[in-house]
């Protein structure tokens, strides 16, 4: 069993920039992939970052460029920096983890362990 820890979340105003903490209780080693995903309130969950084992690195159009994923394997830690934020980009942040086998654009890539959230919150 995987736990993740997310921290890192608060409020900031549009055009700045937080970064993102995960900490997982098991080596980065043991899992094929990890991610974060975005929860505004009356909306779904979406994926906003992802990141194999072999560190390839997936982003969803409307995070490109403006979001980046890294993992720190010796502090078994994953990070999602986020920059240039706008309103859209509030919600709760979650740190998620998979052992299966599967590609990162995948929507049907589903991850098993899951962080209890980060707030974050942008205001105009």
């Known amino acids: 069993q995987v736990q993740l820890v997310e921290s890192g979340g608060g409020s900031v105003q549009a055009g700045g920039s937080l970064r993102l903490s995960c900490a997982s209780s098991?080596?980065?080693?043991?899992?094929?992939?990890m991610a974060w995903y975005r929860q505004a309130p009356g909306k779904e969950r979406s994926l906003v970052a992802a990141?194999?084992?072999?560190?390839?690195?997936w982003y969803p159009d409307s995070t490109k460029g403006r979001f980046t994923i890294s993992k720190d394997n010796n502090k078994k830690t994953l990070y999602l920096q986020m920059n240039d934020l706008n309103a859209e980009d509030s919600g709760m942040y979650y740190c998620?983890?998979?052992?299966?086998?599967?590609?990162?654009?995948?929507?049907?890539?589903?991850?098993?362990?899951w962080g209890q959230g980060t707030l974050v919150i942008v205001s105009s």
């Open positions: 998620a983890a998979t052992k299966r086998i599967g590609i990162l654009s995948d929507p049907n890539y589903r991850y098993e362990y």
């Open positions: 098991e080596s980065m080693y043991e899992v094929n992939a």
């Open positions: 990141v194999s084992r072999r560190d390839t690195e």
